[in-house]
């Protein structure tokens, strides 16, 4: 298992770096396949669990939270439409879909294309390439010190109901390497306009955000029945499995750049 993560780590990695350095097209095109996969996950966790993912409607709405940036001012419109669609195709096809495979269906199109959405908004601001090379490195970070501090001194759980393999000391690892990663990034490519306190309280909440994703997904998993969301990462599970973390670092760095940059 470990091996094959180790393999699978070998040439996903290179691929999502080279998206981030390429960008334009090429990153749109790679955040657009994610999101997609990510939500045929959650549609195929809804269907385990016997609800019926309204989908059709679902992967619309999903696809214009995507690209709300590009759609500017049709995306109020183009929204309303979305919903209108996902509660016209549950009240005609009542009893068949109801009021709970609405609210999952919704929630799973907002959960994939309005987060992944933030890693087409980061290029917007100044220094596109290592703003999103941020965002991978403090999540990863966030991980390691959770995996690392939990495996050799992890005693009292976090959340055991959710996921009973992490521990209060893991989470106190993973803040603490990921205030390490910011403060090495920033001296690493010397960005000035983060002062050293911003960039300690960036690692806080970039590992708080990337914890909180964690613990959303193992949520969902919970509640629908599955171990994995998905497995079209060997050794890793699904997209969902993967990019839980930086699902909601996104958004967190986004606006701390916004507020603090």
């Not at 100044?126 to 991978?136: P, T, V």
């Amino acid at each position: 298992m470990f091996k094959t993560r180790i393999i699978t780590a070998l040439v996903g990695v290179p691929i999502l770096l080279g998206g981030v350095y390429l960008g334009g097209n090429y990153w749109r095109g790679l955040v657009l396949l994610l999101a997609g996969i990510a939500l045929l996950e959650y549609t195929a966790m809804m269907h385990h669990q016997g609800f019926k993912p309204i989908v059709i409607p679902a992967a619309g709405i999903a696809l214009i939270l995507l690209f709300r940036l590009q759609l500017d001012q049709y995306l109020a419109s183009l929204f309303f439409a979305g919903w209108l669609l996902m509660i016209l195709v549950m009240v005609i096809n009542y009893p068949r879909f109801n009021f709970i495979d609405l609210a999952l269906s919704f929630f799973g199109a907002f959960y994939c294309g309005y987060l992944f959405s933030y890693a087409l908004a980061i290029p917007e601001l100044q220094g596109a390439f290592l703003n999103l090379l941020l965002c991978l490195v403090l999540t990863w970070a966030s991980d390691i010190g959770g995996y690392w501090f939990g495996t050799l001194w992890g005693k009292h759980k976090l959340a055991a109901q959710l996921s009973p393999g992490k521990t209060r000391e893991g989470a106190v690892g993973a803040v603490l390497l990921t205030i390490i990663a910011a403060i090495s990034f920033k001296y690493i490519f010397n960005i000035e306009y983060l002062s050293l306190s911003y960039t300690i309280l960036l690692g806080v909440c970039a590992s708080g955000a990337a914890q909180l994703g964690d613990l959303l997904e193992s949520a969902l998993k919970r509640y629908f029945g599955v171990k994995d969301a998905g497995s079209i990462l060997p050794g890793h599970g699904g997209v969902l499995d993967r990019f839980d973390s930086l699902m909601l670092v996104l958004p967190a760095v986004y606006y701390f750049l916004v507020v603090f940059g």
